[in-house]
Each structure stands twice: as C-alpha cells, then as structure tokens.
C-alpha cells in the first residue's frame, strides 16, 4: 500500500472539502430532480482528465480514478439531501413558537455526523484514486486537482 504525504493528504482533504461545496452547487437546482446525471457524469470525467493530463496515467488508471470519483459524487448526493432536511427541520424548530433546545442540539448533532461522513467518503475516495497513481501521478493529480478547486474557493 502506498503512503502518502502528510501535505498531499492535506490538499486532499482541503480538495474534499471544496468538492463537497462543489457538488452541492451541482445538486443545487431543488432536490437535484433538474439536474441531468449524464452532464454530471461528463463534468467529473472532464476534471479528473484535466487533473491527470500533466500526468503518464495509462487510460486504465484515469478510467479507475473516473469510476472512483465519479462513485464518490454519487454517495454525497444522499448526504446532500440529508443536510437540506436538517437545515429545513432546524429552520422549523428556530420558528417554533417555543424554542426547544433539546432538539436543535440534535439537529446540530446530526449536521455535524453527516459533515463527518461525508469528509471520510470523499476522503476514502482521494485515497482509493491515490492508490491507483504512482507517487508521481499522485503528487501531479492532487496538485491540480487543489488548484482547480483553490480558484473557486
């Protein structure tokens, strides 16, 4: 198994964060009815391309990587959904006629695990797409992969 870096995995957490607020805004039109998975699909092959192109990944190695992601951003979906619940049931409980503590601590809570589920998905998925690179390919792939989300943030 390959190591990595303490400043690559940095970036990659620093990456996941900014892909989670990334892959909110593409789910952003409501409940992501609206949202079309084949132009999603083709947004996450067209980054992970752009990512892996100043590198000597094989087509085998960008497809894994591809799959890996692309997974990733199918998972969060749900996550995504769960926080648009939470933020409706804390608004709900904020405009009750009674403030109940009890129960925005619960929202809180729930919020906060469901942030800490989705920074391990997505980091599980840097590591595994990690694992498919060599340290090289690793190192350049991450480094355009923080640069491209570095712009947005």
Not at 17 to 45: K, N, T, V, W
Request: hydrophobic share 45%; no cysteine.
């Amino acid at each position: 198994m390959a190591t990595i870096g303490i400043k690559t995995m940095m970036g990659a957490l620093l990456a996941g964060s900014l892909a989670i607020g990334a892959g909110d805004i593409a789910f952003a039109r409501g409940s992501g009815a609206g949202h079309d998975p084949a132009h999603f699909q083709q947004r996450i092959e067209k980054r992970v391309d752009k990512a892996l192109s100043g590198t000597d990944a094989t087509a085998e190695q960008k497809a894994k990587v591809r799959e890996i992601v692309q997974a990733a951003f199918t998972d969060m979906k749900a996550f995504r959904d769960q926080r648009v619940e939470n933020r409706k049931a804390m608004e709900a409980a904020m405009q009750a006629p009674t403030i109940d503590p009890a129960k925005i601590e619960q929202i809180r809570v729930a919020q906060m695990k469901i942030a800490d589920d989705t920074s391990k998905r997505f980091t599980k998925a840097m590591i595994d797409a990690g694992n498919v690179l060599s340290a090289s390919q690793r190192q350049a792939f991450f480094k355009s992969w923080g640069e491209h989300f570095g712009k947005r943030g």
